[in-house]
């Protein structure tokens, strides 16, 4: 949206009241009027027309939720979002029948607040231009992985490349890479591919692209029957539009079931493309204080851009065998769950240098094993219960590691 969002509280007890206006603020909002329940809250709605209107549903329920009703009936096009100290999941199934579009625990986190506004404003923003006939329903989207790192050297390509060929081993559909390094991209090599087209002229050309047109950028790794997108030159990089590039990817998300996005280790530009347009983004780090430390830059940076943090997972990369930091230094330090654990495997370096991910040369290390574990579980599968890898949560792994290095 063009202005800060403005929002109305409506709740009965004037502290609490006082405490979200003060939550709002940090979230980088705008607090409009307040109420208690009832006509007055109807009132003021009607003559201040807020963007979203944040309620707090104290027990009994019954009068938050009626207020609900009447401020709808007036009010039908803003949405209303419920706060609340109980977990009760009826209460949060009544609220929802009420009309609320999300409901969200106290204490309320700012960063927490400020995702729900913008993503419910979004929501409704859609619904009004499919009623109005702008748009159509949205088109079926691959499941985007984004591999970022804040730093080179930490092993992201690699896990990149070994986690499209496993993915398009497991033949749950169809797979592409796109190398998104504006410095000097790996895929290829690690591929041993040899395109006569890259993203450059995709994106040079996206005007004229259709799907029947794909074959002719991307170039097949026979092995695994994954598609490959290679990155431009250092100098056409300068040359490459990042709103082509963006459709570019929009493109191929509408064609294949999998698209894999390796980034630079740098927050550029394009790196934030490949963040936004990502299902999941795969957040590697090692445990050297300077790969951890850049890391908590960048996720900083992020945040106060807006990127939505609940599609970032952690993925910490022993690079060193005298690398034995646990996982739980890194998770302190960073604040955040470590999604998968990947230690030194020797054997990584020798599937590189004979141009194949180790998925291919050494399909039995642990390194493969790992890396085919993720790749099914990023799938929306099971790994063997004895390697006991995944959790009940959705985009969850456990704590038994897999295994990358290098680039």
Known sequence: MAKTPELMIVDQDVQTRFEMKQVIKAAGLTAGGESSYGIEAVTLARESAPDIILVGANEPMERPLQTIESLL????????????????IENARKAMLAGARDYLPRPVRPDVLRESIFKTLEAEDNRRMRKAGEIGSAPTQATVITVFGAKGGIGKSTIA??????????????????DLDNGFGDITGMLDVKPERTLFDMARDIDRVNRED??????????????????????????TSPEDVRRAIEMLARTYDKVVLDTSGTLS??????????TIVLWVTTAEYASVRDTIEAMRALKSLSYPEDRMRVVTNAVSPDDVVRAAAVQDALGREVFWQIPYDRKLRQGTHL????????????????????????????????????STR???????PATAEGS
């Open 214 to 239: 794909l074959s002719r950028y991307l170039v097949r790794h026979e092995v695994s029957g994954l598609d490959v997108l290679s990155a431009p030159t250092v100098l056409q990089w300068r040359q």
């Open 355 to 390: 141009g194949q991910p180790i998925v291919i040369t050494s399909p039995q290390s642990i390194a493969a094993k790992g890396f085919m574990d993720l790749a099914t579980v990023i799938a929306g599968g099971k790994v063997e219960q004895g390697r006991k890898k995944t």
């Open 73 to 88: 009936s007036v009010l039908p096009n803003t949405p209303v979002v419920i706060y609340s100290h109980s977990r009760d």
């Open 161 to 178: 490349t070994n986690v499209a060929v496993a993915l398009a081993q497991q033949q749950s559909g169809s797979v592409a890479v796109v």
């Open 394 to 400: 959705r985009w969850s792994a456990g704590r038994q």
């Open 269 to 278: 530009e394009f790196s934030e493309i490949a963040v936004d347009l990502a």
